[in-house]
C-alpha cells in the first residue's frame, strides 16, 4: 500500500453516479519530481510573461529594453508621438545636414585636416624646406655680378631709358611670367585655399608673394589647415572673387601666358646659352629660376585642392596637364566651374531632397 505523499487522487463527480474509487500512481522518483516541478514553473512563468508582453492591443503598456521577449508589428511608438511629424523632422534634419556639408565641399573641403601627426609632419617638413631655401638663396647661391643684378632690375622694371643695350629674351619671359603667378595663385587659393582651422587670412601671403613668390608662399603652406570657411552666393559676387572667377581673367592671363612661353621658345640659341650663364653668376636670375621651379611644383597640389572641391570628376585629366609649367594651372582655371553654378547646382538638389 502506498503512502498518500506519493498518491494522486482524481475524483470525478455526476449528477447520477456515484463518486469512483481513487486511482492509484506508480511511485515517481524524487529526481524526476524535481525537474518536472521545474520544467512547470518555467512554462508556466513563460505563459505569463507572453500574455504580458505580446498581447496584441496592450500597446501602452509595452516598453522597450535590452530584454524584450517578442514584439508585436502592430505596436507602436510611445503616446503622444505623431509618426508623420518624426519623420518629417528626420528629414529636415539630415537635408539640413546634406546642406551643410554640401556648402563644405563647394567651399574647400578637400585637402588634409589639421590637428593630426601627419599634417605636423607635411608642415615641419614644409618648414624645414623653406628653410633650407632661404638658407642657400641668401648665403649660399652664386653672386658674382652684383652691379649687374642691380642693372637688370632697372631694366626690367622699366625705370632706364633706351641705352641701346638688348635685354635677354628668354630672361624677359621669365621675369613677366614670374609677375602672372601670383595671379594664378590668388585664383587657386581663393575661396578654396583658405583656411579655417588656423584663423590665418591668405591675402597677406598673396600679396607677399607679387615680391616674395614662392618664398613668401610657402609659409601660408605650412600653417595651412582645412576646411575653408563656408562662402555664399552674396560673397561670389563680390571683390575680388567676382574678378578671380572671371572666364575673362582666366582666359587673358592663360593667353599671356602661353604667348610669353612661346616668346622665350622662339629665342636663338645664344640668348638660351647667355641665360644659362646668367643662371650660373647672378643670385637675381639664380633665385628666380628656383621661385618658378617651386610654383610649378606647388600648383599640381592646388589645382588638386581647388578641383576636389568644386567636385570636378570630368576634369581629373588636368591633373597631369598641370605638371606644365604655368600652362596646366591656367589651361585649369580657364576649364574650371564657377562656384556660382556649383551652388546653384547645390541648392536645387536640395530642394529636390526636401520634397
Not at 453516479?17 to 514553473?41: D, E, G, K
Not at 528629414?91 to 545636414?97: C, D, F, N, S, Y
Not at 653672386?143 to 638688348?166: A, E, H, S, V, W
Not at 580657364?334 to 562656384?339: A, I
Amino acid at each position: 500500500m502506498l503512502s498518500s505523499s506519493s498518491a494522486a487522487a482524481v475524483v470525478l463527480t455526476c449528477r447520477s453516479r456515484a463518486p469512483l474509487p481513487p486511482l492509484l500512481r506508480a511511485p515517481v522518483p524524487t529526481t524526476a519530481r524535481i525537474a518536472s516541478c521545474s520544467v512547470n514553473r518555467a512554462r508556466a512563468g513563460a505563459r505569463l510573461i507572453g500574455s504580458a508582453v505580446c498581447r496584441p492591443g496592450r500597446a501602452a503598456a509595452w516598453r522597450r529594453g535590452w530584454a524584450q521577449i517578442c514584439r508585436d508589428s502592430s505596436l507602436q511608438g510611445p503616446p503622444g508621438v505623431d509618426p508623420a511629424a518624426e519623420e518629417q523632422e528626420k528629414k529636415k534634419t539630415e537635408a539640413a545636414a546634406a546642406t551643410a556639408a554640401a556648402r563644405i565641399a563647394s567651399s574647400g573641403g578637400g585637402g588634409r585636416g589639421g590637428g593630426s601627426l601627419s599634417d605636423w609632419t607635411t608642415s615641419v617638413l614644409l618648414f624645414g624646406i623653406w628653410s633650407g631655401l632661404m638658407y642657400y638663396v641668401l648665403q649660399l647661391a652664386p653672386n658674382q655680378t652684383p652691379y649687374r643684378d642691380t642693372y637688370f632690375l632697372q631694366k626690367l622694371c622699366n625705370l632706364k631709358g633706351d641705352d641701346g643695350f638688348r635685354m635677354n629674351e628668354v630672361l624677359v619671359s621669365l621675369w613677366y611670367i614670374m609677375g602672372l603667378w601670383p595671379l594664378v595663385y590668388s585664383m587657386l587659393l581663393l575661396p578654396t585655399g583658405r583656411s579655417s582651422k588656423s584663423k590665418i587670412p591668405v591675402w597677406p601671403f598673396l600679396v607677399l608673394s607679387c615680391i616674395g613668390g614662392a618664398y613668401a608662399l610657402i609659409p601660408y603652406f605650412v600653417l595651412w589647415k582645412p576646411p575653408p570657411p563656408p562662402i555664399d552666393e552674396d560673397e561670389i559676387g563680390q571683390w575680388p572673387l567676382k574678378f578671380l572667377e572671371s572666364k575673362l581673367t582666366a582666359g587673358v592671363t592663360f593667353v599671356v601666358g602661353l604667348g610669353l612661353i612661346i616668346y622665350a621658345a622662339k629665342a636663338g640659341g645664344e640668348d638660351w646659352r647667355e641665360f644659362i650663364r646668367y643662371f650660373r653668376e647672378s643670385k637675381f636670375i639664380h633665385a628666380t629660376c628656383l621661385d618658378f621651379c617651386l610654383l610649378s611644383a606647388f600648383s599640381t597640389f592646388w589645382v588638386y585642392n581647388d578641383m576636389t572641391a568644386r567636385r570636378w570628376k570630368n576634369g581629373s585629366w588636368l591633373l597631369p596637364v598641370s605638371l606644365i609649367p604655368f600652362v596646366g594651372p591656367s589651361l585649369y582655371l580657364l576649364l574650371r566651374p564657377s562656384l556660382s553654378s556649383l551652388l546653384a547646382a547645390t541648392g536645387q538638389s536640395d530642394d529636390e531632397s526636401q520634397k
